[in-house]
């Protein structure tokens, strides 16, 4: 069950959890606190991250990535006997020239290619949390879709509650100025729903060329339909991003009421916090992060977490590590 928290601790301060994260009732995390406008730094264009592939795409696009094949165009790879590979455009005459044997030689190149990359995320109920969307999500789609527009790949965005978001998704493009599309459209998405059904439908209109799928989500739902979710992704390369709330899982009362509730389906419970209980709170919450990861691995893929804010640089050495 996803679950949700606001009571009173022993010493009077409020406390307040939703989706499984508890946090002090007015004291947000820093990152939902808008600066003061005199504090604020100057405008700068969108920053970008670099992002490395674990497989060589193909197509006939030019871009930014080693593509698989052989082509006309991108970096030399080797001469090969023209006889290998009848193209005589490609004749290169001084080597051929070194060749004692006479043997004409031709150029081959290593293409270089571009994919489409898509942000997959998670806007039920559970998601309401905290501004996570307006907030890191957006962050990141933002992030995303700037990265991919500046190096000539597509990007596309697509959101599901219960089912797919129609006032959300954004089909794939490269047009300058995406990433402003991509956080209007996440500013104005409320969470909503139940369930992973929506996601899995909203997979299905994903490219069926193989492309770079970013899966964000809390994840809090049952490991069986996260596994439908990333069988629904095979084709694709899947990063999962794991979105979580230290005041969740570290900053807990030691002694207190929590009032716990699951925000897709409204059920509340009262619970008396102690260290007991939060030492199993806790152990839980690590238990859950291990069980994650190892699900991702069974299915080929690597998850980024992203706690309580995006973390640029962090997430760029995810990415290049592959």
Known sequence: MRTGAAGAGAAGAGWEKTAGRVGTAGDRPARLRPAPAAAQAPAAGPRTLAYALRWRPRGIRP?????????????????????????????????????????????????????????????????????LVAGPVTELCTLLAASAQAIGD????HGAGAAPREDVDLPAGRRRGIETEVRSRLARAEPDGAGSAGLVAAAERLPARR????LISDFLMPADEIGRLLDALWRHDVIPVVLHDSAAERDLPRWGLVQLADLETGARRLVVMRPALRARWRAAARARRAALDA??????????????????DALARHLLEG
């Not at 698989?68 to 009848?86: D, I, K, M, Q, W």
């Not at 597509?154 to 965005?157: E, G, P, R, V, Y």
């Not at 492309?211 to 970013?214: D, E, P, T, Y």
């Not at 699900?295 to 640029?312: E, I, K, N, S």
């Open 154 to 157: 597509s990007f596309a965005l």
């Open 295 to 312: 699900l991702f691995a069974a299915h080929g893929a690597r998850a980024f977490h992203l706690v309580d804010r995006l973390d640029a």
């Open 211 to 214: 492309g770079m799928v970013f």
């Open 63 to 131: 871009g930014a990535h080693a593509g698989g094949g052989e082509g006309g165009e991108g970096a030399f790879r080797r001469h090969v006997e023209l006889t290998r590979s009848p193209d005589p455009r490609r004749l290169d005459v001084l080597a051929s020239l070194r060749d004692p044997f006479g043997t004409l030689h031709v150029r081959q190149y290593a293409p270089r290619r571009a994919i489409a990359v898509a942000a997959l995320v998670d806007l039920s109920a559970s998601m309401r949390f905290g501004g």
